[in-house]
């Protein structure tokens, strides 16, 4: 009975999760706009001045990244909400499993985090981007983004979790947004100086930007081949992903405990 | 913070925990509905351990909590249906209960509207509504009406009584005694995590009296000679005020006033007013009365 009630919830709490993100009009159009804005900025503005002409070849990768960022700050928020409203009470008083409010948020963020991606890379294309088309390095490419946004959506839970006000969370998840600049998402690492330079060589959005990088462009901006970025992306990516299902987890039910 | 709050609800009646901010209604709430665990002591719901069954527990309970738990950003039928479909409901029988509710809780014109919009009655009416989509055989109440304008709150109270009859047993916490006069058929009257009292509410009704007269007085001397002369239920040396018990008839209010003129005191102002909770507590306990006196309540 608790087990078939459970299932059922499930999906109950993805569709109120999307509900909720089509009925903020500002948030979702901002969250959908500001990647753009991001995308036309580096090609035209910071790109202008870099030798290389295909710029906007580089930088897709990297930007879907850092979009997915954007992505997690509103993920978090919209825990840190559920958290502190009354509603958790009533979901925590019907006889299901009440941390399936959380695995609905997750849904809807990795929902929202693939919508924006495909966005940026629609408009990427129509400004030049000329990206391999194997659908063996497409859908490579789509594995890699997605086990990224999966794991960074429950680390976006666990960050709304921790955090008592959705304005705190919302702090939080904005020092994430930092992460991709110390990355080779903008610029390859050999340019950086020698104390960001191994870093961002090895820090864990470089091989999952360069997994991408390999499969679009059929090279790394590292030197690292495809097996090497795969590898690491995918063991960085699990890892968080264990480590942020484990503590949203404990944090779930030590925040609603007492 | 409780300490040993005894009670009992039965089955197919209301139950009103009465007390100020800070007795420990909440807690005792959340603790019964399976939100907190206790640190010790046993609570059983319809037959289950609250602490070693919790989900069997919650199968037989609502709970309406002191803040509206409904998703504002979804509409009023949505909300409903969402509960529905959480507790298992197939989704065209969801929808129909949703229509059924809505209806019954006069929110039929604004369902399609999203929660945010509405007034505070309406949110507090739909939340009711959502502790009511499968019938519960105990429903919490956690000060169902504060904050609501008085009209609203004598509408939630016939909802509340309807229920009642449906054979809904219910917990109510209140800091209004007019609420748990309304409502409840026994009252336990709760102050710092203490069962401080407790008896059926006619009972406690006929201990404060119907009402209270209230004697605003012209000096110390006058206040002190009124608490020689009458059994005050409460004096304030502040406003210099004194209050007695009374059955709001004009022969007893002209034997207060005139026992305190004979002896050279003229009351400035007279008033008559509804017995409170503060009142109840003076009258009930010997802790309320010396407590009401430091505090010197308003």
Redesign the interface.
Known sequence: MTETLGLSAAPVMVSRCLRRSLREPDAFFTALLLPIILLLLFVYVLGGDMRTNSYVDYVVPGLIVLCAGFGASTTAVAVATDMSNGIIDRFRSLPIRASLVLFGQVVASVMRNLIASALVLSVAFGIGWRPRFGIADWLGAAAMLVFFIVALSWLSAGIGLVARTPEAASSFAFLLMFLPYVSTAFVPARTMPWVLRGFAAHQPLTPVIETMRCLWMGHSSTGTNLAHNALAGSAYCAALLVLSLAGSSWLFGNRTGR | MLDRADLLVEEGSVLALLGPNGAGKTTLIRIL?????ADCGRAVVAGHDVSTDP?AV??A???T???????D??TGR?NLE??A????LPRHRARGRAVELLGLFGLADVAGQ?VGRYSGGMKRRLDLA?SLVTKPRLLFLDEPTTGLDPASRVQLWAEVRAQVEEGVSVLLTTQYLEEADQLADTVVLLDRGRVVASGPTADLKARTGSMVLRLQLPDEACLTLAAQQLPLLRRDDGTLTAEVASDGSGEQVRAVLERLEERGCQVAKVVLVEPSLDHVFFSLTSTGRAEAQTRGVA
Do not use: P, Y
């Open positions: 509905a399976t939100l907190v665990r989900v919650r199968r309970i609502s709970l909590g002191q803040h509206v738990a409904v998703d950003k979804l949505e969402m509960i479909r959480l507790l298992g999203q959502a």
